[in-house]
């Protein structure tokens, strides 16, 4: 087994995998966070920036008196989140008062689809070893791919994201915020629910488009980097589940609560390749 591999519970794994790989694709659906679980968690020793921390730290899309004001609420707002004495209720309530405030700030600074592109263009997306490979595992063997993200820049951007690294997947849908725009491409409003690191067990998939392609399908695997990321299976009746996350420098001190949470600890901010093993052991099972 690779060191960066930790399964805590050997036997709990193995039953669920024997399950999942004899229920074969057909019944298999995949779901994810985006950032820092498709791509790293960190770059040259430091936290890999979300899209809107790029967003905010560089003066050149919104300007400067956007970037201070953003950075005001993330200065209020973050050690909130990760104060673990705050009851997770009034976490919550802050989280959303994050995002609504912050979002409304986008909205007085005109945010514009075409600073999507800027950032997509500008971006390096360093995404983990083997994800294309999973990714065209799952489009080639028809297995549904929901990305629940808290991203303050919404679903348009991770799609610009994807496609531009990745390619095009059918099979691939994204659970985000979503704004309203005007005939100019500036963001006027926001749609609820608001989707923030705290309440992704609120999403409620039944209602989304995607969710015939689902409903029947009893095995998931599960991928996040987050306490909260395990919240993603709340709202689905699955038989068989696999919950993996990804830890780095900044995560491992909390390693003892994630094993509690998780079945697959992949260590060290390494690669996607376990999740790619775990896939071609389904398929060739199937054949």
């Given at each position: 087994?690779?060191?960066?591999?930790?399964i805590p519970d050997k036997n709990k794994f193995e039953k669920a995998k024997?399950?999942?790989?004899?229920g074969g694709f057909e019944n298999l659906s995949v779901f994810a966070d985006?950032?820092?679980?498709?791509?790293?968690?960190?770059?040259?020793?430091?936290?890999?920036?979300?899209?809107?921390?790029?967003?905010?730290?560089?003066?050149?899309?919104?300007?400067?008196?956007?970037?201070?004001?953003?950075?005001?609420?993330?200065?209020?707002?973050?050690?909130?989140?990760?104060?673990?004495?705050?009851?997770?209720?009034?976490?919550?309530?802050?989280?959303?008062?994050?995002?609504?405030?912050?979002?409304?700030?986008?909205?007085?600074?005109?945010?514009?689809?075409?600073?999507?592109?800027?950032?997509?263009?500008?971006?390096?997306?360093?995404?983990?070893?083997?994800?294309?490979?999973?990714?065209?595992?799952?489009?080639?063997?028809?297995?549904?791919?929901?990305?629940?993200?808290?991203?303050?820049?919404?679903?348009?951007?991770?799609?610009?994201?994807?496609?531009?690294?990745?390619?095009?997947?059918?099979?691939?849908?994204?659970?985000?915020?979503?704004?309203?725009?005007?005939?100019?491409?500036?963001?006027?409003?926001?749609?609820?629910?608001?989707?923030?690191?705290?309440?992704?067990?609120?999403?409620?998939?039944?209602?989304?488009?995607?969710?015939?392609?689902?409903?029947?399908?009893?095995?998931?695997?599960?991928?996040?980097?987050?306490?909260?990321?395990?919240?993603?299976?709340?709202?689905?009746?699955?038989?068989?589940?696999?919950?993996?996350?990804?830890?780095?420098?900044?995560?491992?001190?909390?390693?003892?609560?994630?094993?509690?949470?998780?079945?697959?600890?992949?260590?060290?901010d390494s690669s996607m390749n376990f999740v790619k093993e775990l896939l071609?052991?389904?398929?060739?099972?199937?054949?």
């Amino acid at each position: 087994m690779n060191k960066n591999i930790l399964i805590p519970d050997k036997n709990k794994f193995e039953k669920a995998k024997e399950s999942i790989k004899k229920g074969g694709f057909e019944n298999l659906s995949v779901f994810a966070d985006f950032d820092r679980t498709l791509t790293y968690g960190t770059a040259k020793g430091k936290k890999t920036p979300s899209m809107i921390a790029t967003l905010r730290a560089n003066n050149n899309y919104l300007g400067e008196d956007y970037s201070r004001k953003a950075a005001l609420l993330a200065e209020k707002y973050r050690p909130i989140e990760f104060d673990f004495n705050i009851k997770e209720k009034e976490k919550r309530k802050a989280m959303e008062e994050w995002w609504r405030e912050h979002i409304n700030l986008l909205i007085e600074k005109k945010l514009n689809k075409k600073h999507f592109k800027k950032i997509v263009d500008e971006r390096a997306v360093n995404f983990r070893d083997g994800t294309k490979e999973v990714f065209d595992l799952l489009k080639k063997n028809s297995v549904p791919m929901i990305i629940i993200s808290a991203s303050g820049l919404g679903e348009d951007p991770i799609l610009m994201m994807i496609e531009k690294e990745l390619g095009n997947f059918s099979n691939t849908h994204i659970v985000s915020n979503s704004f309203y725009y005007d005939k100019e491409g500036n963001v006027t409003g926001y749609k609820d629910l608001l989707v923030h690191t705290m309440n992704k067990d609120e999403v409620l998939i039944k209602e989304k488009t995607f969710y015939e392609k689902i409903k029947n399908r009893k095995n998931l695997i599960l991928l996040g980097d987050s306490f909260d990321d395990v919240k993603m299976a709340n709202n689905i009746d699955y038989k068989n589940i696999i919950k993996v996350c990804f830890l780095n420098q900044y995560t491992m001190e909390k390693i003892d609560d994630y094993k509690k949470l998780y079945d697959v600890l992949i260590l060290n901010d390494s690669s996607m390749n376990f999740v790619k093993e775990l896939l071609l052991e389904i398929e060739s099972f199937e054949h």
